[in-house]
């Protein structure tokens, strides 16, 4: 089966719905009615993205069950193609989607969920980098005239997560690390995701750290970081969450 100088958007409206009929211009090789040969190119396709969204949110998938998460999925597919040959990166504003889908709307916190999977994706594949050593923590330690100016740059597999839901809770109780009965989906939660070496990882965080965080991904110097945070969490202790961000291998860099 060929495609004939076929407008790019129009084919793939007709590949996504199946109520649309065959495009204009396709043949097959042997002469015979291509619709058959269409409408299996057109189901494999739409079975394949299904499938590679499946993989990618696969909490999600738990959370709602097979038959709805498919047709979340395809109403989804009306809308977005992917834009990258790679199926591990299709997906990103799957969240987005879910925070529109009216049929969702009962379980409000399954976008946050679907974000959280998504970091975890982004983290994977994010640029291998040699984090901060304790050394260098040291030295800008030492000289404490100099914090308020500096900025902090974060390792570059690390994602910033803020929920008014207990998506971290839900995430954990579906690997195994925490009874589902236990948590209060609820609650607000807060996460960095990480990939420091070769496994990603999902750090729950407190206010005040994620705060800090999301303070310096703002591009705020140290200082005004600090000042932000201190403004809602007085008792925020800066050397403490700098020793447990290094450890963590969260940090790259200073820069002035």
């Not at 299904?50 to 998460?69: D, K, M, Q």
Request: glycine letters at 4%.
């Amino acid at each position: 089966m060929s495609r004939i100088q076929y407008p790019e958007a129009q084919f793939e409206a007709a590949l996504l719905d199946p109520s649309r009929p065959v495009p204009e211009g396709l043949y097959a090789w042997n002469g015979s009615d291509p619709t058959a040969r269409f409408d299996v190119y057109r189901n494999n396709v739409i079975v394949s993205l299904i499938e590679a969204l499946e993989s990618t949110f696969s909490v999600v998938l738990s959370l709602v069950g097979e038959t709805f998460f498919r047709a979340m999925a395809r109403e989804y597919l009306h809308r977005q193609m992917p834009d990258n040959p790679v199926l591990s990166y299709f997906g990103g504003d799957f969240p987005d989607f879910i925070d529109q889908f009216e049929p969702a709307a009962t379980l409000p916190y399954l976008a946050d969920t679907a974000r959280l999977e998504w970091f975890r994706v982004r983290a994977y594949h994010a640029p291998d980098a040699e984090p901060l050593s304790f050394e260098a923590l040291q030295q800008a330690l030492a000289q404490p005239e100099r914090l308020p100016t500096l900025g902090i740059v974060l390792h570059p597999s690390a994602h910033l997560l803020q929920s008014r839901y207990a998506v971290v809770s839900l995430w954990a109780a579906h690997q195994g690390l925490l009874q589902l009965s236990q948590v209060d989906p609820m609650l607000a939660e807060q996460a960095l995701i990480l990939r420091p070496e070769l496994e990603v990882e999902v750090i729950p965080l407190d206010d005040a750290s994620a705060r800090f965080i999301s303070s310096l991904q703002q591009g705020l110097a140290m200082g005004s970081a600090l000042e932000n945070t201190l403004s809602s969490y007085p008792d925020f202790d800066l050397n403490s969450a700098l020793v447990t961000l290094l450890k963590r291998r969260a940090l790259l860099s200073f820069e002035d």
